[in-house]
C-alpha cells in the first residue's frame, strides 16, 4: 500500500513491526521478504514515484577530496532509489547493472591491505548469493568463462594464463528488477510505503541502548513519529551516516560513532579509461565475442581480464579487473605512434648509427630496448612481412580495443563523510564528501596492467599500451556511484560500526541494510553483495522476532 506522508495527520504515531528507511535496492529487497508475512513493514522513502528537484536537493553537498560527482546527482532520492541510474545498455533497448559477487580474497585479512578482513569467508556467502541472483533475477551462481559459452561457439576463446584470468559479469535490467520488486511489494497487505516521508532523526530510549521511535518530517508538509521493534537503516552510504550523525541527542557524538567510525572508510571503485589493447592478430580480434556484452541463455554477460589470486599475493595487489571495447583508430601511422618508449630508443639507436655515432643517454636507451626485447621482435616480425597492416588495417583505420579499469580502493579512515555546517530545507545540517585514494591505490592499478600485458605477450595475444605513469590519480579518475564502508562490519566495537550481523554495536534494535557496511570493497559493483547481506539480515531479523 501506497501512502502519501503529506496526507498524514499531523503529530501522527505509526506502529509497526518493522521499520525500514529508505525504498532504494537494499530497502526494497528486505520489504520483500517479509511480504505476505505477520509482521507490519513501514517502508519510509524520501521521494515519490517519480523524482523531483526539492526531494533531490536533500542530498546535495560538499566535497573536499578527490574530484566527485555532485551529491544530488549521485543518488537517486525516490522510490526504487538508485536503481533508477543502472544505465548500461544490455541489448534489446534495456539499460542494466554489471553484477558480480565479491571473489573469495575480497574477504580475507590481508597483511598488505590495512583493515582488511570480513568477520566470515566467501564460502559462508555462496547461499545468499544464489538467492541474490533470484532477487536480480539473472542467471544461475556461476562465474567461470566455461559456463558462459554460447551453443554457436562463437564466443569460445577466453584468455587465461599463470597469472591472468577471464572473469564474468552478469547483467540485471533495470526495469524488472524496478517492476517486480515494487509489484509483489505494493499487493501484501502487510507492507505500507510511506512516500515524502523524511527521516529527521532516529530516537534512542533515555539509556541509549535501544531506539523508541523515528522521527519523520514532510518538505512542507506534517511531522510524525513511527514506533517499531526493529528499524532497518537503508539510506546508502553517504545518508546512512548522515542519518546517524545527526541523531545525537543521546549518544552525543551520534549514533553508533562511540570510537569515531561512523563515516570513516568512505570506499568507491576507482574507475577510469586509460590505454589500450592490441590484439596480436584478426583472428584474435575476431574471436573476442566473450569480451563485449551479449545474451547467453537470455542472460546479458560479458568477459573482464583480472589476476588470479595467488598472483595478487604475490605482488601485494589490490583487486582489479579491466574491461575491453572496441575503438577504431586512424591508419597505420596512429598505431606505430601508440607504441612504448623502447620503439624512440631504436629509432635513436637507427639515426646515430647512420652518422657513425652513439645516441646520448646510451644506458638508459640499451636498457629501454632490452627491456622490450620479446614485444619488440613480435612487431619487428609483422613489418617485415606486412601481414600484419595488410590483415588489420579495415580501409584507413586499425582496430583497438580500449580499456576501461575498474579497481579495489583500500580501506582508508581518512577517506570519510562528516557533517557540514550548513543545513538544508528539513533543517538538518548537509553532507561533507572527502574521498581520498593512497598511492598504493594508483600503483596497483598500473602494477596490474603490467602483469596483464605481460601475459598478453606471452600468450602470443597482443600487448597492452599503459598510459599510466604517475602514482598521483588521473585526472581522468572516477567513481562508479558506489558509495561503501561508512558503517564498516566488525566484531569489535572499536573497529567497526555494525558487528556481523549489521546491527549497530550498543544498540540492539538499529540495523544497517547496504554497502556501507563493507569492509573491503573489491572491484565488484556492490549491488549483488547488497543484496546477499540484506538477504541474510532478513533472516536475522525474522529469527529476533519469531
Known amino acids: 500500500m501506497l501512502i502519501n506522508s503529506k496526507e498524514i495527520v499531523h503529530g501522527k504515531l505509526i506502529e509497526a513491526d518493522i521499520c525500514i528507511i529508505g525504498a532504494g535496492v537494499a530497502g526494497l529487497c528486505f520489504a520483500k521478504e517479509f511480504a505476505n508475512s505477520k509482521y507490519r513493514i513501514c517502508l519510509v522513502e524520501s521521494g515519490g514515484i517519480k523524482s523531483d528537484r526539492e526531494t533531490q536537493s536533500l542530498y546535495w553537498g560538499k566535497k573536499t577530496g578527490l574530484p566527485y560527482y555532485e551529491l544530488d546527482k549521485a543518488r537517486a532520492r525516490y522510490l526504487g532509489g538508485t536503481s533508477h541510474y543502472w544505465h548500461i545498455p544490455i541489448g534489446d533497448n534495456e539499460l542494466g547493472v554489471r553484477l558480480r559477487g565479491l571473489d573469495p580474497i575480497d574477504f580475507e585479512k590481508r597483511d598488505w591491505v590495512p583493515y582488511s ?4 569467508d566467501a564460502s559462508y556467502m555462496k547461499t545468499y548469493y544464489e538467492r541474490a541472483h533470484k532477487a536480480c533475477f539473472i542467471g544461475p551462481y556461476s562465474y567461470e568463462p566455461e559456463d558462459w559459452i554460447s551453443s554457436n561457439g562463437s564466443d569460445s576463446s577466453h584468455l587465461t594464463s599463470k597469472n591472468l584470468k577471464t572473469t564474468i559479469f552478469q547483467f540485471a535490467d533495470k526495469k524488472s528488477f524496478i517492476r517486480k520488486h515494487l509489484a509483489e511489494i505494493e499487493k501484501s497487505k502487510n507492507i505500507t510505503i510511506l512516500l515524502h516521508a523524511n527521516c529527521v532523526n532516529i530516537a534512542a530510549h533515555e539509556s541509549g541502548e535501544w531506539i523508541k521511535e523515528l522521527n519523520c518530517a514532510c518538505l512542507k508538509g506534517p511531522k510524525f513519529n513511527i514506533q ?47 590505454g589500450t589493447f592490441i590484439p596480436a592478430t584478426i583472428k584474435i580480434a575476431r574471436n573476442m565475442d566473450l569480451y563485449r556484452i551479449h545474451r547467453v541463455r537470455g542472460i546479458s554477460v560479458m568477459g573482464n581480464l583480472a589476476l588470479k589470486d595467488k598472483t595478487l599475493r604475490k605482488e601485494n595487489l589490490l583487486n ?3 574491461s575491453i571495447h572496441p575503438s577504431y583508430k586512424s591508419s597505420k601511422k596512429w598505431y606505430l605512434s601508440q607504441k612504448h618508449d623502447s ?3 631504436v629509432k635513436l639507436f637507427a639515426k646515430a648509427l647512420t652518422k657513425y655515432k652513439l645516441p646520448e643517454d646510451l644506458a638508459l636507451h640499451s636498457l629501454k630496448i632490452i627491456k622490450n626485447i620479446p614485444q619488440l621482435t613480435q ?6 612481412t606486412n601481414k600484419y597492416f595488410k590483415e588489420y588495417v579495415d580501409g584507413k583505420h586499425v582496430i583497438v580495443y580500449k580499456l576501461n579499469h575498474m579497481a579495489e580502493q583500500s580501506p582508508n579512515p581518512n577517506s570519510r563523510v562528516i557533517l557540514d555546517q550548513e543545513k538544508d530545507a528539513l533543517d538538518l545540517n548537509r553532507s561533507i564528501l572527502h574521498w581520498q585514494l593512497t598511492s598504493q591505490d594508483i600503483q596497483s592499478i598500473i602494477r596490474s596492467q603490467e602483469i596483464i600485458n605481460e601475459e598478453l605477450i606471452k600468450l602470443g595475444a597482443g600487448s597492452l599500451n599503459i598510459e599510466m605513469k604517475s602514482t598521483r590519480p588521473p585526472e581522468t579518475l572516477h567513481g562508479g556511484w558506489h558509495h561503501m564502508g561508512t558503517t564498516r562490519m566488525h566484531v569489535n566495537p572499536r573497529q567497526g560500526v555494525v558487528d556481523e550481523n549489521c546491527k549497530i554495536h550498543g544498540i540492539i534494535n538499529l540495523f544497517v541494510a547496504g554497502a556501507s557496511v563493507f569492509p573491503t570493497s ?16 532478513a533472516d536475522h531479523v525474522a529469527k529476533i522476532l519469531n
Open 117 to 120: 578482513g570480513w568477520p566470515f
Open 228 to 274: 517499531a521493534k526493529v528499524y532497518i537503516l537503508a539510506a546508502g552510504g553517504i545518508e546512512t551516516p548522515r542519518l546517524l550523525l545527526l541523531s545525537n541527542k543521546i549518544h552525543k557524538t551520534g549514533l553508533g560513532n562511540q570510537h569515531d567510525l561512523v563515516g570513516r572508510f568512505f570506499m568507491e571503485h576507482p574507475h577510469l579509461w586509460s
Open 320 to 322: 582489479y579487473t579491466v
Open 343 to 345: 620503439h624512440r630508443s
Open 379 to 384: 612487431e619487428s616480425l609483422r613489418l617485415v
Open 522 to 537: 573489491g572491484y565488484a559493483n556492490p549491488v549483488l553483495t547488497t543484496v546477499a547481506l540484506t538477504l541474510r539480515l
